[in-house]
């Protein structure tokens, strides 16, 4: 009989944990906005602008290998709330950062909220995948990460209505909207510190030490000497910066190949875009029940592979509709390819995925290099790096099917 997708003493952890998901989908959807945004406010290039991402997963490197032996030592629990303390602080620094309106301020205020994003997915990412049976880790972590989608796809919808209103006026006017942005979402962490606070929440400890008693040949083993978790680290560094990539330069895409379209018609456009990665995680999810993890992994990094091929042609809205179509086929990939990488490390499981979390540093390099072919050949050709990172996943997906099948027999 197939597992369910979580027992019922764990349902109420996974539903707790999962409102983490949506709250780091949020901050991810504004800062693809904040790149244009930071263009024509700043007068800053497409290469300057890819710094931001440089800065926001940047702290994803830095603090991923001390969280993770933070949260060996204090609980999942600790982790989150250390996570959330470090998300609150983050977004109301943009309060002095917007008064000086420096560019180097915006960057190290997304820093900080970024070390508190780090910190949450160290932890929210593992356990999620432990909150049920291992079989159905991957379903569970693509069900948790769709609400992640979800708060993607309210990000550019609020930064298109708002952020783009006064650029061409006052200068100062233009940063009002995402000061007040950033401290309506610290008051919202800072409620969550709260409650997570005084909920009690599993700790999956006690459990983890039976799993391991129960496999000690398993988990005597370096978790280096797991090829899925080896070479999952290197596929999730190529796959998040391809992820963050094709979003940083979205709205470059539309404004330069949707004719007579402006930045605040291509936020809209990414707000579709994430609407796609939303429902691409909801539908496939669900298609996970009857198809395998990495063979659907395959399926989509093909088919993007095609879809970046077509948006190098530059084409007139077609380009658009391709980029489109790519959020949809990623929606699966990060929570599939960190599922795959983790579940076989038992008791190491949690600086395995602390290794994962770092890879996310992929999406801190990217966009620098995407934003330098754009500013030399057009943002169409810088798509061409993406398209290499999908090619890298194809080969992931193959390998781990011949690991899934070598292990049956």
């Known amino acids: ?100 309106m420096t560019f180097s301020f915006f960057l190290f205020a997304l820093f900080v909220l970024a070390l508190g994003l780090g910190c949450l997915e160290t932890a929210a990412n593992p356990y999620s995948s432990a909150l049920g049976h ?40 233009s940063f009002d909207a995402v000061t007040y942005t950033y401290v309506g ?32 040949q398993n988990n005597s083993a370096s978790m280096w000497s797991h ?35 402006s930045s605040q018609q291509g936020a809209y456009f990414l707000s579709i875009a994430m609407l796609a990665f939303l429902i691409g995680r909801f539908v496939s999810t669900g298609i996970m029940s009857k198809i395998s993890a990495n063979h659907l992994l395959l399926i989509y990094a093909v088919i993007n592979s095609a879809l970046c091929l077509l948006i190098l042609t530059g084409a007139q809205y077609i380009s658009v509709i391709a980029a489109i179509g790519i959020f949809f086929f990623m929606s699966i990939m990060f929570p599939t390819i960190f599922a795959m990488g983790v579940k076989n490390l038992g008791s190491k499981t949690k600086i395995g995925s602390s290794f994962m979390i770092m890879a996310i540093v992929g999406g801190a390099i990217m966009p620098f290099f995407m934003g330098k072919l754009a500013d030399h050949y057009g943002t169409h050709i810088a798509y061409v790096l993406p398209l290499i990172c999908f090619v890298i996943v194809i080969f992931y997906a193959k390998s781990d099917q011949k690991i899934t099948l070598a292990q049956v027999d």
């Open 1 to 100: 009989m197939k597992a369910k997708i979580t027992e019922p003493q764990f349902r109420m952890g996974l539903i707790l944990v999962t409102t983490l998901f949506f709250m780091w989908g949020l901050s991810y959807g504004l800062v693809d906005v904040l790149n244009k945004h930071f263009q024509e406010a700043l007068h800053i290039s497409k290469a300057q602008s890819g710094l931001i991402q440089a800065a926001y997963f940047g702290a994803y490197f830095v603090i991923a290998l001390p969280a993770g032996i933070f949260i060996e030592k204090k609980g999942y629990k600790a982790g989150i709330i250390l996570g959330l303390s470090l998300y609150a602080i983050g977004a109301l620094l943009f309060v002095p950062a917007a008064n000086m």
């Open 134 to 173: 291992p079989s159905t880790a991957e379903q569970r972590l693509n069900l948790s990460q769709s609400f992640n989608g979800l708060g993607q796809f309210f990000g550019p919808l609020i930064g298109g209505l708002f952020f783009f209103n006064s650029v061409e006026g006052d200068s100062a006017a």
């Open 185 to 216: 979402i610290a008051a919202i962490v800072i409620v969550l510190i709260v409650f997570f606070a005084k909920a009690k929440l599993p700790d999956l400890r006690e459990n983890e030490a039976k799993l391991d008693a129960a496999n000690l």
């Open 227 to 261: 090829s899925e978790f080896k070479f999952g680290v290197i596929t999730l560094f190529f796959y998040v910066a391809a992820q963050v990539g094709v979003g940083a330069f979205f709205i470059n895409l539309v404004v330069e190949t949707w004719p007579q379209s």
